[in-house]
């Protein structure tokens, strides 16, 4: 079983809203990242968290927000975005940071509007 | 400083004939590479990897070749059926403390017609 699932499938927003988009995982994969992925372009990576912290942070403005309640879920949280920020979210995990051939599993994404 | 390249951004096969989608890096510390294939609207799923420690790695219809030398990675999808047509990327990492991070090509578009 390599599934990855995220929920909402889709989200509209206004730009003073707060919402969350949530990620799940049941593989015990202990690498959980963020992506955002614009159209026509690969996917690009936000946050990192390896065993439930936070490892790396893409420079990402403050406005997203993740966390990691366990090892299973990961949430990102989302205040005053911009209509800018309109995308695909992707959740991904891995088995372990750290191992040579370490392969990441993707979830289907949510597609974020902000109006 | 595009560190994974696919030139192509389109490719077009008839069914039932030979996929080779291209892929070339820069970065000499990769020695990790995945192809994923991703429908419009879905997240990436994961065909196939190879290690730098080997030059072929085959998963049914799907084979994927490593020319280190050249800097340069394939897959080949035979045969080629109308299911495969999809945006293929190839990512690579590198082992020790950034393997957490994947660097993807910007995706070739598979077209495969009936």
């Known amino acids: 079983d390599t599934e990855v699932t995220q929920t909402p499938k889709h989200l509209v927003m206004g730009m003073t809203n707060k919402k969350s988009l949530k990620c799940e995982q049941h593989?015990?994969?202990?690498?959980m990242y963020w992506y955002k992925q614009k159209a026509k372009k690969p996917p690009e990576l936000m946050f990192v968290?390896?065993?439930?912290?936070?490892?790396i942070n893409e420079s990402v403005p403050s406005r997203f927000s993740p966390e990691c309640p366990n090892s299973s879920l990961l949430n990102l949280h989302l205040h005053a975005l911009q209509p800018e920020d309109s995308a695909l979210y992707l959740c991904?995990?891995?088995?372990?940071?750290?191992?040579?051939?370490?392969?990441?599993?993707f979830g289907p994404g949510t597609r974020l509007t902000v109006l | 400083d595009q560190q994974v390249k696919q030139n192509s951004p389109s490719l077009s096969v008839q069914e039932g004939r030979i996929s080779i989608l291209n892929c070339d890096y820069t970065?000499?510390?990769?020695?990790?590479f995945l192809w994923y294939k991703k429908y419009p609207a879905e997240g990436p799923t994961f065909l196939i990897s190879?290690?730098?420690?080997?030059d072929k790695n085959e998963d049914g219809r799907f084979t994927v070749f490593l020319n280190k030398s050249a800097k340069h990675l394939s897959l080949h999808i035979v045969p080629s059926q109308p299911g495969d047509s999809a945006v293929y990327f190839c990512?690579?990492?590198?082992?020790?403390?950034?393997?957490?991070?994947?660097?993807f090509g910007k995706g070739t578009l598979l077209t495969v017609n009936p």
């Open positions: 968290y390896s065993y439930e912290k936070l490892s």
């Open positions: 970065n000499s510390m990769f020695d990790y």
């Open positions: 593989m015990g994969h202990r690498a």
């Open positions: 190879i290690s730098s420690i080997k």
């Open positions: 991904a995990s891995s088995q372990e940071k750290g191992v040579t051939t370490d392969t990441q599993y």
């Open positions: 990512a690579a990492s590198a082992s020790g403390g950034s393997n957490y991070k994947l660097t």
